[in-house]
C-alpha cells in the first residue's frame, strides 16, 4: 500500500511540475522519458496536421472575408445630405413643371385642341402593369377594428386588375362603432408639380365607362370632386353597379346624371349636380352585408359621349327643401 501511495503521489507531482526539456532526458533516465511522452496528447500525423491547418486557415480566412464585407470604414460609408436631396428634389419638381406649362401650350393634357373636342371616348385608367396598380389603394373596415379583409393584384397575363378579399360584417367590439363591412378601392388623386393637385375634365363627356367581370355583388361607384373645404371631403357622387357573375366580362355604362349626392354614406335629401370638370378620384365599394369571400376584375375604367342620352339631372328638387336653386 505505500508503495502504491507513493507512486499515485510522484505522479501527481509530475503533472503539476512544468515540462522536462530533451535535454534533461539523460539525467532522469529513459522510463522517465518514456512516462512523460506518454503523458503528453496526442500529435496528429504531419499529413493530418497540415490538412488540419489548411482547413482551420480556410475558415480563418473566410469569416476574416465576412468581416471584411460587414465592416467598411468611415471613407466607404454614404455621405447624407439633405440639401443635395431638397436641392435635387426642387430641381426636378422644376423640371416637371416646365413640361406641363409645355404641354398646356400645346392643348389639354399636351394634345392639339381639335383632337380633344373630336375625342368621343377615353380611357383614364386601365390596368396594364404594376404601376398602374400603383395609382390606386385599397382600404376595409380594418381601420377602425373590423375583419374584413381586401387585396388588389394583377389579373391573368397583366390584362387587368383583380380586386379580392373577404367580406366580415361582425362589428368590432369597441364601444362606439354600431356597423362594420365594407372593402373599397380607390384611385389616387393625380398630383403635378409641387405637388398640385390635377383634377380631372370630363366636361365633354356624360357617360362613366366600365369593362368589369364579378361575382354577381352589388357595388357602389362612388366619384369624389376636387375640393380643398374639409367639410366636404366625406361627400360622395354614387350609383350602383350590378355585376352578373360568370365568366364573362360586361360593360357597364353609367351617365352622370344618374349620381346622387351623399355624405357619409347617407342620400341627402338635397341633391346637387356633379361637377365634372373638378374630378378628383373615382373609387368601388362593396357592404352588401353578405359575409363570404368576394372578387372584382376590371379591365379599364373609361368615359365616353353617348349622343343618345339628353338628362342633365334625373333628381327633383324643391324650393323647400333647396330654396337657393330657386331664387
Given at each position: 500500500m505505500a508503495l502504491v501511495h507513493k507512486l499515485l503521489h510522484g505522479t501527481y507531482i509530475l503533472r503539476k511540475c512544468s515540462k522536462p526539456t530533451a535535454a534533461l532526458?539523460?539525467?532522469?533516465?529513459?522510463r522517465f522519458a518514456d512516462y512523460s511522452s506518454s503523458l503528453q496528447k496526442p500529435v496528429a500525423s504531419p499529413g493530418k496536421a497540415s490538412s488540419q491547418r489548411k482547413t482551420d486557415g480556410g475558415l480563418q480566412g473566410d469569416h476574416q472575408k465576412e468581416v471584411a464585407l460587414d465592416i467598411t470604414s468611415a471613407e466607404?460609408?454614404?455621405?447624407?445630405?439633405?440639401?443635395?436631396?431638397?436641392?435635387?428634389?426642387?430641381?426636378?419638381?422644376?423640371?416637371?413643371?416646365?413640361?406641363?406649362?409645355?404641354?398646356?401650350?400645346i392643348g389639354p393634357e399636351g394634345r392639339p385642341l381639335h383632337e380633344v373636342l373630336l375625342e368621343q371616348a377615353?380611357?383614364?385608367?386601365?390596368?396594364?402593369?404594376?404601376?398602374?396598380?400603383?395609382?390606386?389603394?385599397?382600404?376595409?373596415?380594418?381601420?377602425?377594428?373590423?375583419?374584413?379583409?381586401?387585396?388588389?393584384?394583377?389579373?391573368?397575363?397583366?390584362?387587368?386588375?383583380?380586386?379580392?378579399?373577404t367580406l366580415s360584417s361582425e362589428v368590432p367590439q369597441d364601444g362606439e362603432s354600431r356597423q362594420s363591412?365594407?372593402?373599397?378601392?380607390?384611385?389616387?388623386?393625380?398630383?403635378?408639380?409641387?405637388?398640385?393637385?390635377?383634377?380631372?375634365?370630363?366636361?365633354?363627356?356624360?357617360?362613366?365607362?366600365?369593362?368589369?367581370?364579378?361575382?354577381?355583388?352589388?357595388?357602389?361607384?362612388?366619384?369624389?370632386?376636387?375640393?380643398?373645404?374639409?367639410?366636404?371631403?366625406?361627400?360622395?357622387?354614387?350609383?350602383f353597379m350590378f355585376t352578373r357573375g360568370g365568366p364573362y366580362w360586361q360593360e357597364v355604362k353609367i351617365p352622370?346624371?344618374?349620381?346622387?349626392?351623399?355624405?357619409?354614406?347617407?342620400?341627402?335629401?338635397?341633391?346637387?349636380?356633379?361637377?365634372?370638370?373638378?374630378?378628383?378620384?373615382?373609387?368601388f365599394t362593396?357592404?352588401?352585408?353578405?359575409?363570404?369571400?368576394?372578387?372584382?376584375?376590371?379591365?379599364?375604367?373609361?368615359?365616353?359621349?353617348d349622343p343618345a342620352h339628353t338628362e342633365e339631372f334625373a333628381y327633383e328638387n324643391s324650393p323647400e327643401l333647396s330654396p337657393r336653386l330657386f331664387q
Open positions: 532526458y539523460p539525467f532522469l533516465g529513459i466607404d460609408k454614404p455621405e447624407v445630405s439633405f440639401d443635395k436631396a431638397i436641392r435635387d428634389e426642387v430641381i426636378d419638381h422644376f423640371w416637371r413643371l416646365k413640361d406641363e406649362i409645355v404641354a398646356h401650350w377615353k380611357v383614364v385608367w386601365q390596368f396594364r402593369g404594376k404601376e398602374d396598380l400603383d395609382k390606386w389603394k385599397v382600404t376595409s373596415d380594418k381601420t377602425i377594428g373590423g375583419r374584413s379583409e381586401v387585396f388588389l393584384k394583377m389579373g391573368k397575363n397583366n390584362q387587368s386588375a383583380l380586386l379580392y378579399g363591412g365594407y372593402c373599397a378601392m380607390i384611385s389616387r388623386i393625380r398630383r403635378g408639380a409641387f405637388e398640385r393637385k390635377m383634377p380631372y375634365d370630363w366636361t365633354q363627356f356624360n357617360t362613366l365607362y366600365l369593362r368589369v367581370r364579378g361575382d354577381g355583388r352589388p357595388w357602389m361607384v362612388n366619384i369624389m370632386e376636387d375640393t380643398d373645404f374639409v367639410q366636404r371631403k366625406n361627400q360622395l357622387y354614387s350609383y352622370f346624371s344618374k349620381f346622387f349626392f351623399s355624405n357619409r354614406g347617407r342620400i341627402l335629401d338635397v341633391q346637387n349636380q356633379i361637377v365634372v370638370d373638378k374630378i378628383a378620384s373615382i373609387g362593396l357592404a352588401d352585408k353578405v359575409d363570404g369571400p368576394f372578387f372584382l376584375e376590371i379591365d379599364f375604367i373609361g368615359v365616353f359621349t
